[in-house]
């Protein structure tokens, strides 16, 4: 059942690029300029975090230096999903691995990254060539 409920949040996690890289990308795919680390967007709000939980060299995407998080605020299901795989496709467009934890992810490029042919955050068919 699509609830609205289940497009509340959404964590991306990245692994590649720097903080400050990881801003570029964000303000590339929503084409809005960000007010510090954070973009607002369509009844959305997107914040760029140094993931609290990064561990080095790890391997589990949970623990990537880089977090994204989207908060819903009044954007519609469609809106959400629209910009979330905005910033999948561009991060992997970017060459950098990216994951997206949500409960939508089914609804999402690659599964969110868990369903691309090279692994999680693989994605290869959404990368240029």
């Not at 709000?45 to 230096?65: A, H, K, M, Q, Y």
């Not at 905005?86 to 060459?95: R, V």
């Amino acid at each position: 059942m699509m609830t609205p409920e289940r497009y509340g949040y959404c964590g991306l996690y990245l692994r590649g690029p720097s903080k400050d890289d990881a801003l570029g990308l964000v303000a590339q795919a929503t084409a809005i300029a960000l007010d510090g680390t954070v973009a607002h967007l369509d009844g959305l709000e997107i914040e760029v975090l140094r993931n609290p939980g990064f561990v080095p060299d790890s391997g589990d995407f949970p623990t990537w230096p880089i977090k994204i998080e989207v908060d819903r605020q009044d954007a519609t299901p469609g809106q959400v999903v629209e910009a979330v795989s905005k910033l999948l496709t561009s991060a992997w467009q970017a060459g950098y691995e990216a994951v997206a934890a949500c409960d939508y992810e089914d609804e999402l490029p690659a599964k969110g990254g868990y369903g691309g042919s090279s692994g999680v955050g693989g994605a290869s068919d959404l990368r240029p060539g």
